[in-house]
């Protein structure tokens, strides 16, 4: 059972006040004011996670660099639960702590009592992730649809109670609308969300797709990605997505090239029949072989 970590004011064990409001479901509820604030060692196997985390992904890395803190440290910050009946307490924010101090075999863990009922309990979850969490910012986005979508909030509303602009609200929703190759491959790092605002000028999904593989594939910056967006909406596809085709005496001798310097040599030749040979090396013993090939 939970134990309170202190005597309280109230001259009653808290775990006595816990039985007593253990049909309490929400803050406006009667007897809430005893157990909302309080902040008790709890039983790990008494708690259960948090049905409407956001997060779907916890980095194991982190988590054990997290664990090994605890385990120097304890748990700085407690995490919040809700109470769901007399020996029962499902999460409300802080899972990495809660998984943390489970992977290093604690017992119990600081916790502050809430008392929601399920939309409370999905508002709080949503609203502190956000605002505590390095979300990626599709998590972020999906997180504000489900407070317009199941709390029914205005995106001014929403703005309000996440203490962001509209307009940030807005452009994070509008990242909704990519396709979602595009939106896996935020979520992944692959792009950033300024790739993903450039996107979303384009309308049809397979241009989408087209423009975000050039993207991958030429490393664009979210500057060229916007210059080539603004260049495919103005017809100018041509200089802006495609790759000028090099003469075939040049591609005919790139096999040469290759085998030569034992390396994927690159070359580019401009409008004026000017162009550019790139050779990589991998170290600098590559590039002093390479230097004597030279020779």
Same mark, same amino acid.
């Given at each position: ?21 253990? /049909? ?5 509820? /009667? ?9 008790? /060692? ?29 385990? /120097? ?61 390095? *979300? ?10 489900? *407070? ?26 509008? *990242? ?51 210059? *080539? ?67």
């Amino acid at each position: 059972m939970a134990k309170a970590t202190k005597k309280q004011a109230l001259g009653r064990g808290l775990s006595a006040l816990l039985k007593e409001t253990a /049909e309490v479901t929400s803050a406006s509820d /009667e007897n809430a004011d005893k157990v909302v604030g309080s902040i008790i /060692e709890i039983d790990l196997k008494l708690i259960e996670v948090n049905p409407f985390q956001p997060r779907t992904y916890f980095d194991e890395d982190a988590l054990q660099e997290l664990a090994n803190s605890i385990r /120097e440290l304890g748990v700085i910050q407690p995490i919040t639960v809700r109470k769901l009946a007399e020996d029962k307490f499902q999460l409300v924010s802080g899972e990495r702590r809660f998984r943390a101090s489970k992977l290093i075999g604690n017992k119990t863990v600081p916790a502050y009592i809430r008392i929601a009922n399920d939309q409370e309990m999905l508002e709080m979850a949503l609203v502190e992730n956000i605002q505590r969490k390095n *979300l990626d910012p599709i998590e972020v986005a999906l997180s504000y649809q489900r *407070l317009i979508d199941e709390i029914k909030l205005t995106q001014e509303q929403l703005s309000i109670r996440v203490g962001k602009k509209r307009s940030t609200v807005t452009n994070y929703l509008r *990242l909704l609308k990519l396709d979602p190759i595009i939106q896996t491959g935020m979520r992944d790092a692959f792009i950033s969300m300024g790739h993903g605002r450039a996107l979303i000028n384009i309308e049809n999904p397979s241009d989408q797709l087209k423009i975000y593989e050039k993207i991958l594939r030429d490393k664009l910056s979210v500057r060229q990605t916007e210059d *080539l967006v603004r260049a495919f909406k103005s017809g100018n596809i041509t200089k802006a997505s495609k790759k000028k085709s090099l003469p075939s005496a040049i591609t005919n001798s790139m096999q040469d090239f290759n085998q030569f310097f034992d390396a994927k040599i690159n070359v580019t030749v401009g409008n004026n029949g000017k162009g550019k040979i790139s050779i990589p090396f991998n170290s600098l013993d590559d590039f002093n072989r390479i230097k004597d090939l030279l020779k």
